[in-house]
């Protein structure tokens, strides 16, 4: 049609369906609002199971929480994992819970996820806690659900994406510094545990650090001061997003890190609250931003390498 915009491509048929068990808000790009979006920008269909609905994230003032009865949810997840389009899925993305209640009945989707196709990945993002802005760190979801996370998804789980207090909280040890850091992260066990807000190396940058049976590499890019919430959410979604499409671990930390850095100068420099998912959406799928990569040094490990750029989009 003369004039008409070219539609857009839509999903990519050949890409599996990916669970998404998070929160939900009425406003904002956080929780599964963010990965939702990011997974369908490109292409993954996704089963969105809200745990918590909240009218925006509570960073920005009060906001009622809507939790549904154990039993209800819980009826809703086991028709999920009774449903016989089970096999559409490939993977698992599970991030805040409302309840500790919901950590189990995702624990019985995952399970009948694999059985319908044994090569689904479970990346388990456990939003529980973070650094007060004193600088210590803390719980924000009550223990029992912090704890249910720990014993039902972390051990089985393919990928780990805490932040540097979650990691130190999962593994029961400090995460001061970056040997602190990978310690902790090889302490809980599972292939692939990508760390987020890791120590930095260089001065004024935030730092992901992934640790996998290959070693231990670091990403790092200048700090944006005023970030938006939920770039947490976003480098999860992202990770796993490139891991599905067939990166490898570190070529997916580059990507997703340097999406997620790109993602939050443009918000900032619009002078947004939240991360401009929509307005930026392109960046999702075509960045061109670079984040620095080293190998790191381990004990017992070869010598790692000095830093190194991302290879540019389309390289990897």
């Given at each position: 049609?003369?004039?008409?915009?070219?539609?857009?491509?839509?999903?990519?048929?050949?890409?599996?369906?990916?669970?998404?068990?998070?929160?939900?808000?009425?406003?904002?790009?956080?929780?599964?609002?963010?990965?939702?979006?990011?997974?369908?920008?490109?292409?993954?269909?996704?089963?969105?199971?809200?745990?918590?609905?909240?009218?925006?994230?509570?960073?920005?003032?009060?906001?009622?929480?809507?939790?549904?009865?154990?039993?209800?949810?819980?009826?809703?997840?086991?028709?999920?994992a009774g449903s016989p389009k089970l096999g559409e899925v490939g993977a698992v993305l599970t991030g805040y819970f409302g309840a500790p209640g919901q950590v189990e009945a995702a624990a019985r989707l995952i399970a009948a996820v694999r059985a319908a196709r044994p090569t689904a990945l479970h990346l388990c993002d456990p939003v529980i806690g973070d650094v007060r802005p004193d600088g210590s760190g803390g719980l924000y979801v009550p223990e029992a659900t912090a704890a249910a996370i720990r014993d039902r998804l972390v051990p089985g789980a393919d990928i780990l994406t805490p932040n540097r207090f979650e990691a130190g909280w999962l593994a029961g040890l400090p995460t001061g510094s970056t040997a602190e850091t990978i310690a902790a992260a090889r302490a809980l066990g599972r292939p692939t545990v990508l760390v987020t807000s890791a120590p930095a190396m260089m001065a004024?940058?935030?730092?992901?650090?992934?640790?996998?049976?290959?070693?231990?590499?670091?990403?790092?890019?200048?700090?944006?001061?005023?970030?938006?919430?939920?770039?947490?959410?976003?480098?999860?979604?992202?990770?796993?997003?490139?891991?599905?499409?067939?990166?490898?671990?570190?070529?997916?930390?580059?990507?997703a890190a340097a999406t997620v850095f790109d993602m939050v100068a443009r918000s900032v420099r619009a002078g947004a609250d939240e991360l401009l998912l929509a307005a930026e959406q392109d960046v999702l799928a075509h960045s061109m931003a670079t984040v620095s990569v080293r190998t790191l040094a381990e004990p017992g490990r070869p010598r790692g390498e000095g830093p190194r750029r991302a290879p540019k989009p389309g390289t990897l």
């Open positions: 049609m003369t004039g008409a915009a070219a539609p857009h491509p839509g999903p990519d048929r050949g890409k599996p369906a990916v669970v998404v068990v998070s929160s939900l808000v009425a406003r904002g790009s956080v929780g599964g609002r963010g990965a939702v979006f990011a997974l369908q920008r490109l292409g993954f269909p996704v089963w969105f199971v809200p745990t918590v609905t909240l009218p925006w994230h509570p960073g920005h003032g009060r906001a009622t929480r809507v939790v549904a009865p154990d039993e209800a949810f819980a009826a809703l997840v086991d028709d999920l004024r940058a935030f730092a992901n650090l992934l640790v996998t049976a290959r070693g231990a590499v670091q990403a790092e890019h200048p700090l944006v001061e005023g970030a938006p919430n939920g770039t947490g959410d976003l480098l999860a979604a992202l990770f796993l997003a490139r891991i599905l499409d067939g990166a490898g671990a570190e070529k997916a930390l580059e990507r």
